[in-house]
């Protein structure tokens, strides 16, 4: 007897030795440190272009900027980029038509990812404050007390604002369709959506008794032919997306499932949405209409895809997830 209890006794030791921990099987999180930012408090944003990362950084000496490959084994950013815009911090910055884009004081482009740069003033204001730089498929436009074109990268540049307009704050084009949130002088304090059908020549407001034509929408982004819209209120921002060019809006839900959000980017892989946010990386396979938290860090400034990977750009580093 005292045998067979000895044997069981034994048993169970092994059997309890050889039990996986819960914790030790778990799914560990899929985001990996890709690299540190230069300066976690002169950060400014991150483009990519021709395949290079490009993070700026408003300096007490003025503007710089840093690139890299996004290889860890390479560090993120190897490369120091001279700049010569001028000592004025850069408050708009942006990748467009195989050009960076910057607003510091005036306008300015660089054609050789950051390294120089040339002011564009013809047939613009001698002084702008610029909300947004954007690219369509007719050109590139300006958001600022008006918004302003140009279909030659900048050479020249036409006012097709609407009338009455105070301030433009963003603008989308989606299937030969311009999308731009305004202020008027009609409209105050509130921002009202316009479409226009022929490249700013006309211009029609959506629906301006509807609370969906008066969302205060900061910045646009197409993804798949559907349009999504981020506001901004007090403490956090909503997503929002429309299938039918501005018109009607559905709200995103889930966004604020852990906390007060606000959004700052959008991208798609595969089908499945991916939000970078303040509090991390959101996700959606169900084109927007509800999100999962998937990671990613805190802060997220740029979510950009490079082949197969997401990185998420946040102040205190690049995080990337294989999709």
């Known amino acids: 007897m005292k045998k067979i209890f000895f044997i069981l006794c034994v048993a169970c030791t092994l059997f309890s030795c050889t039990k996986k921990d819960p914790a030790a099987v778990a799914p560990t999180d899929p985001w990996v440190k890709q690299g540190y930012l230069y300066n976690q408090n002169g950060f400014a944003g991150m483009v990519m272009l021709r395949d290079t990362f490009v993070a700026l950084y408003n300096e007490f000496s003025g503007p710089r900027f840093y690139m890299g490959s996004g290889k860890q084994s390479a560090g993120f950013y190897g490369e120091d980029a001279p700049v010569t815009v001028n000592n004025n911090a850069i408050v708009v910055f942006r990748a467009c038509e195989d050009r960076i884009y910057v607003e510091a004081e ?42 302003y074109f140009s279909s030659n990268k900048g050479a020249n540049w036409t006012d097709i604002s609407m009338s009455g307009i105070v301030r433009a704050n963003t603008l989308v084009g989606i299937d030969n369709t311009l999308i731009a949130s305004v202020w008027t002088s009609a409209s105050g304090n509130t921002q ?13 407001a959506v629906d301006p008794s509807s609370q969906m034509g008066q969302l205060p929408f900061y910045k646009f982004t197409v993804v798949d032919n559907v349009l999504y819209g981020m506001t901004f209120n007090d403490y956090s921002s909503d997503l929002y997306f429309s299938k039918d060019k501005g018109q009607n809006w559905t709200l995103c839900k889930g966004l604020n499932s852990i906390g007060n959000n ?22 959606s396979v169900d084109n927007g209409k509800h999100w999962v938290y998937s990671g990613g860090g805190n802060d997220v400034w740029e979510l950009i895809t490079k082949g197969d990977a997401l990185y998420a750009v946040t102040p205190n580093g690049i995080w990337k997830i294989r999709l």
Do not use: H
Not at 192 to 204: E, F, K, M, P, Q
Not at 270 to 282: E, R
């Open 262 to 283: 606000s959004v700052s980017s959008v991208e798609l892989y595969n089908g499945t949405l991916y939000a970078g946010t303040q509090l991390g990386v959101f996700k």
């Open 192 to 204: 009202v959506l316009y479409t226009s059908i022929d490249n700013g020549a006309n211009w029609t």
């Open 106 to 147: 005036g306008l300015w482009y660089s054609n050789d990812l950051a390294r120089s740069w040339t002011q564009l003033t013809t047939d613009l204001p001698g002084f702008l404050s610029i909300s947004d730089i954007v690219a369509a498929d007719a050109g590139v436009y300006l958001c600022a007390n008006k918004i």
